[in-house]
């Protein structure tokens, strides 16, 4: 029997970089996590033990550093070409490379209700993000994105009419909470040049807006697609939208051995298990 290498590619996960701008009157801070990845000739690296076609991890590590003060002055997206095109560069041997780049958010703190110029606060768990990935002919596609993105709406949400079999227990309902975790990615029209902050606050604002005005909403994959097509609607530049949104379930408490009515009021936000949702929505 005789074997030979497939599919493989290699990287470091987990980069720390936090970029402070210091401006005469204000401070500008960044905080990012990037993973990277590279593809290419590296077979012989496995079969063999030659190290000669490897970019050490540790070095994508210090290259992420070493490009920050020049390269992450806008968009984690241009970030994320620069890094892939130095990879590229400095591995004649990859073919392709991969950065994934997370902004963790942070905002000014409020004295007197004026913004201090360098002081910070841990903002919304909600986090932007991209995916770079570049080959060697200088092809890019980019992906950008939004997760963590928690909404609730205490009405305007049903689920009834769906399939039943014996082993189906659910009750209808044509009034419920919904509650989902936001996960959003999209790519943009070719050939489009898109001011990619500037796309990534629009989106969010479509996301959020269309959550909570869609009040007929029969199930969260209803709700989905009004929301896809309210970001095509709202972002000229975007071709496509794929939207992850697991159901987190409130369960009205049952306070009747207690002699108390529930008047739709008293729930428990239950973890798990619960449903998850995914869908893309294409521009047409």
Request: net charge negative; with cysteine.
């Amino acid at each position: 029997m005789t074997a030979s290498m497939g599919t493989n590619r290699y990287g470091k996960s987990g980069i720390r970089l936090v970029l402070v701008r210091r401006g005469a009157d204000r401070h500008e801070l960044r905080d990012l996590t990037v993973d990277v990845r590279l593809e290419g000739d590296f077979a012989r690296v496995y079969t063999e033990g030659d190290n000669a076609p490897v970019l050490a991890t540790d070095t994508m590590r210090s290259t992420v550093y070493a490009l920050a003060q020049e390269h992450l002055a806008g968009s984690v997206e241009e970030f994320g070409r620069a890094l892939a095109r130095r990879y590229l560069d400095a591995t004649p041997t990859a073919t392709a490379a991969e950065v994934e780049l997370v902004e963790h958010g942070w905002s000014r703190v409020h004295v007197d209700g004026a913004e201090h110029h360098h002081a910070f606060e841990a903002g919304s768990p909600a986090v932007g993000t991209a995916v770079v990935r570049l080959g060697q002919d200088g092809a890019a596609l980019v992906r950008s994105g939004i997760s963590r993105l928690t909404v609730l709406k205490t009405t305007g949400s049903a689920f009834a009419g769906f399939l039943r079999d014996e082993y189906t227990v659910l009750a209808e309902t044509d009034d419920r909470i919904l509650a989902t975790e936001i996960t959003a990615e999209w790519t943009y029209v070719e050939g489009s040049d898109p001011a990619y902050d500037d796309v990534r606050t629009v989106a969010r604002q479509a996301l959020v807006s269309s959550f909570a005005m869609h009040d007929d909403s029969q199930s969260v994959q209803h709700t989905l697609y009004v929301m896809g097509e309210a970001v095509i609607d709202a972002c000229a530049d975007v071709a496509e939208i794929t939207l992850r949104m697991p159901n987190k379930h409130h369960i009205a408490v049952d306070l009747s051995p207690f002699g108390i009515d529930n008047d739709h009021a008293v729930f428990v936000a239950t973890d798990r298990p619960f449903g998850v949702i995914e869908g893309t929505v294409r521009r047409s």
